[in-house]
């Protein structure tokens, strides 16, 4: 093993790409483009264009009796007031599904700004820690400086300690 991998560890997978540092990604473009729910109308689930039909088509002509005609007048009646209060119902519907968008929208363009600066984050955290990479050599000096004043100290402390002991025999 080198000095150098002794003195600052080694790793035998540096440079190498893996996941968290290759540019990949997990996004699933099924997921992306998936309906927000299976009765959604799309191209590729239109529907099935039903329709309302109150009463059923008259295949020919016919008369009518008075009691038909009041029976088909009243329910006419029904019907229309039953289109005014459904035709209410679908626009405060529509208008539910504007707001249901806006807030879809708003809260994507909220999740694009966390991942935006979630980017951001890491970015000064690599930028933090090649700063540390570049400090090591001077913390090795330092620390090799601190061991030489270390051995320094133990050799000239062990000559004044044989000077004692040869000055006391």
Known sequence: MSLQLRLFGGNSDAG??????DG??????????AQTDAAVITPTNPGNFGSIRTVPIL???RYFDREEADRLKELAKEKTDGAR??????KALTKIEVADKVVHKEHRKYEGAVAENELGKKRADAGLAKKLHGLRPGYARLGLGIDKAENDARTRIDAIRAKLTAGMS
């Open 85 to 90: 209060q459904s035709k209410r119902a679908y």
């Open 59 to 61: 295949p020919e002509p």
């Open 16 to 21: 190498k790409l893996t996941a968290s540092n």
């Open 24 to 33: 990949n990604h997990a996004i699933d473009k099924s997921k992306v483009l």
